[in-house]
T-cell receptor, first 110, second 110 residues
Framework: NAGVTQTPKFRVLKTGQSMTLLCAQD?????MYWYRQDPGMGLRLIHY???????AKGEVPDGYNVSRLKKQNFLLGLESAAPSQTSVYFCASTTAGEQFFGPGTRLTVL | TQLLEQSPQFLSIQEGENLTVYCNSS?????LQWYRQEPGEGPVLLVTVVTGGEVKKLKRLTFQFGDARKDSSLHITAAQPGDTGLYLCAGQGGFNKFYFGSGTKLNVKP
């Protein structure tokens, strides 16, 4: 039982490059979330999903896209990375309140 | 603009001292959660409070939810170095969305 896993753990991109962050959970949770964490800002919701095949925008969705083709996976895509997207990205899942977080992906965009 | 304001942002105290962290909002939440995050890891849930006026205790930690379900506090008695970390509050809104405060970074010196 791995909980919530994220890949990769670290990544450095150049401005304009694209990448996909993968989140996987093995707890059969319906809800999944992508957050970004910046110094002094807590966690801000990027996109979330209330079930397989559904996605919705959070507080800061611009520049990101997501997909939830399988219940256990939630993918976050950056089509054209910008330095403002340098951050630590956390995925979380829940079924009834308590969110379980992954270990995070540290992304630097040069 | 943060929906939830936490104070103080930073707190550095000696082992054995007491402290209180506040989480305030103008919005009403169905529940409020407190998380603790250590460097390089995702947040871990400490407690969820649901009812206005509710008080929950977890060993030396006491959590309170305001009567109007807009604010909360976390009180730590006789802080220990192991309490060091980033404390985050999160309010639960509609569609199981969560709004995080900016966090309180606590350092307990031995």
């Amino acid at each position: 039982n791995a909980g919530v896993t994220q890949t990769p753990k670290f990544r450095v991109l150049k401005t304009g490059q694209s990448m996909t962050l993968l989140c996987a959970q093995d707890m059969n949770h319906e809800y999944m979330y992508w957050y970004r964490q910046d110094p002094g800002m807590g966690l801000r919701l990027i996109h979330y999903s209330v079930g397989e095949g559904t996605t919705a925008k959070g507080e800061v969705p611009d520049g990101y896209n997501v997909s939830r083709l399988k219940k256990q996976n939630f993918l976050l895509g950056l089509e054209s990375a910008a330095p403002s997207q340098t951050s630590v990205y956390f995925c979380a899942s829940t079924t009834a309140g308590e969110q379980f977080f992954g270990p995070g992906t540290r992304l630097t965009v040069l | 603009t943060q929906l939830l304001e936490q104070s103080p942002q930073f707190l550095s105290i000696q082992e054995g001292e007491n402290l209180t962290v506040y989480c305030n909002s103008s919005s009403v939440f169905s529940s409020l959660q407190w998380y603790r995050q250590e460097p390089g890891e995702g947040p871990v849930l400490l407690v969820t409070v649901v009812t206005g006026g509710e008080v929950k205790k977890l060993k030396r930690l006491t959590f309170q939810f305001g009567d109007a379900r807009k604010d909360s506090s976390l009180h730590i008695t006789a802080a220990q170095p192991g309490d060091t970390g980033l404390y985050l509050c999160a309010g639960q809104g509609g569609f199981n969305k969560f709004y995080f405060g900016s966090g309180t970074k606590l350092n307990v010196k031995p």
